[in-house]
């Protein structure tokens, strides 16, 4: 049985179509608001706890855009929940208050920097989440790309 590990984060623009990205002490990439889901958490209130944590804001968060199951064998397998977290008016940005034992900063990006910020991996979710926002409906990923179309096998009785 699959035992992975869970994530959930949220995709914030600016009034530009920017895409907030935050950046952690621990890493030397930069990343989306978000982090592993506690136990007996939802991927939704693990996304509005991360949130607070991490900017020290409760902005309304909206639906789902991606769910990503990533293959990294040499970590074990991980399922990445992406919410939209829509526009942050001027007011909320303001509000940022930053985690400072996580954060070192963040800032506002157009997504088409996301290949230099983010690694590979999580370029082509985000990428593909921005797609799902723009078409109105989730999409199902697995290591960030959805998959192809296929057919089913029939299921006639015979």
Known sequence: MASPHAAAGALFF?????????????KDCHDVPGGYIEPGETPFQACVREVREELGIQPPIGGLLVVDWPSRHEEGDEILFLFDGGILSPALRDSIRLGADELAGYDFHPVEELPGLLIERLTTCVTAAVTARSIGHPLYLE?????????APSCERR
């Open 14 to 26: 600016d009034d530009h179509g920017r895409l907030l990205l935050v950046d952690p002490h621990y």
């Open 143 to 151: 290591n960030g790309r959805t998959l192809p179309e296929w057919s």
